[in-house]
Each structure stands twice: as C-alpha cells, then as structure tokens.
C-alpha cells in the first residue's frame, strides 16, 4: 500500500526553525518527484517546494525561497522540509505529496504553528 | 507566476444534479492541469491530471475538459459524498500554483 507519512510539525516562535520529514512506503521512492504544500487554517491549497527522484531539481515558491530548504534521502525513503526564519504566515498543515504530472499521494499533514 | 481563478466560489446543488466547475488560467498552461477534491478533515485526493484523464480509482461521473486558459470539471450526477471542495493546479510553470477554490455544496 502506498503511504506517506509526515512528522516534525509543532509550535516554533517567529523567527525560529523547525525540520520536517515525509516517510514514504508503498513506491520507488528515488523514482518519484515529492513536493510540499501547505495549507494555512480555513484557507485553501499552497504548493511551497519540490524535488525531483534524484534530488537533482529543486523549485521553491517565492515566499519561502532563501528560508526554506527542501531534501531527500532516499536511502531511508524519506525526504524533508528545513524551516527556517519562520513567520506568522507560515501556519499551516504542511503535507507531502508524490508527483510530477500530479500530486497523486498525499499523506495525512504535520501542523505547523509559528507564534509568540 | 500564473494564476488560477476557479468560478464559482461556491456551487449549490441538490444530490442528482450536474455540477459544473470552472478553472481560468492567466497565462496558457496547456494540457498541464490537475483537479483534486478536498473534504473536511482530509488530505486532498486527485480527481483528474493533464485536463482529462482520470486518477486510478475516480468514477466516470467526474470528467475534465479545456486546454490553453480555460477548463472545465464536470460531475455528471452529484452523490452524496461529492459535496466537498475542489482545486485546481498546473504543472506548465513553476511555482506551481493552485486556484482558490470551489466548495460544493448541499442546496
């Protein structure tokens, strides 16, 4: 079965960091391009990052580029979300999902809450 | 960046009926869109990729039409578990970006 499972959300003051991880089952892991999006409470569906199956392409939206950095290891079949500088405007849930045409697996979300 | 503007932002429907949902692009994205459904609670599910094609699994009520800047999501019949909110995406550019949304609802 195909799964994706995302960890290391949590409360983080501004201007702090924080480190998430996606662990995938169910796939060629390396063989797939993963992205990020978030969602912040009530609103819709934000695309933040992704990488390619080799880790050789990387893309960011423009408002977390320079803050946010987006890796993989496919060895472990796990990739990640670092977070840095973060602000208010980045709560959210934050979900991993597989894809390139797509986004045709998605895992279930880590909330992220930046506050004082 | 392109942007996605999806009409209406909220579509009230009686189970039975055809829904119809809109999704403008503000450049051309090709053939190079998604549409995923969203239900409370729930990470989203793709419903539809590269404008037409069914994900694995999606019923043959859902349908997907355009090219270029305008598309079109179709739910022949509306069942009761189709009352959500529905996004579109494209992959022509980076960033990708998602419109704003479509909430479904019971009339």
């Known amino acids: 079965e195909v799964q994706m499972l995302e960890s290391g959300g949590g409360l983080v003051q501004p201007g702090g960091s924080l480190k998430l991880s996606c662990t995938a089952s169910?796939?060629?892991?390396?063989?797939?391009?993963i992205n990020w999006v978030r969602q912040a409470p009530g609103k819709g569906l934000e695309w933040v990052s992704a990488?390619?199956?080799?880790?050789?392409?990387?893309n960011y939206a423009d408002s977390v580029k320079g803050r946010f950095s987006i890796s993989r290891d496919n060895s472990k079949d796990t990739f990640y979300l670092q977070m840095n500088s973060l602000r208010a405007d980045d709560t959210a849930l934050y979900y991993c999902?597989?894809?390139?045409?797509?986004?045709?697996?998605w895992g279930q979300g880590t909330m992220v809450t930046v506050s004082s | 960046e392109i942007v996605l503007t999806q009409s209406p932002a909220t579509l009230s429907l009686s189970p039975g009926e055809r829904a119809t949902l809109s999704c403008r692009a503000s450049?051309?994205?090709?053939?190079?869109l998604a549409w995923y459904q969203q239900k409370p609670g729930q990470a989203p599910r793709l419903l539809i990729y590269?404008?037409?094609n069914r994900a694995t699994g999606i019923p043959a009520r859902f349908s997907g039409s355009g090219s270029g800047t305008d598309f079109t999501l179709t739910i022949s019949s509306l069942e009761p578990e189709d009352f959500a909110v529905y996004y579109c995406?494209?992959?022509?550019?980076?960033?990708?970006?998602f419109g704003q949304g479509t909430k479904v609802e019971i009339k």
């Open positions: 999902a597989k894809g390139f045409q797509a986004f045709d697996m």
């Open positions: 169910g796939f060629t892991f390396s063989s797939y391009a």
């Open positions: 990488i390619s199956g080799s880790g050789d392409s990387i």
């Open positions: 450049q051309s994205v090709s053939s190079y």
């Open positions: 590269n404008a037409s």
């Open positions: 995406q494209q992959r022509s550019n980076w960033p990708r970006t």
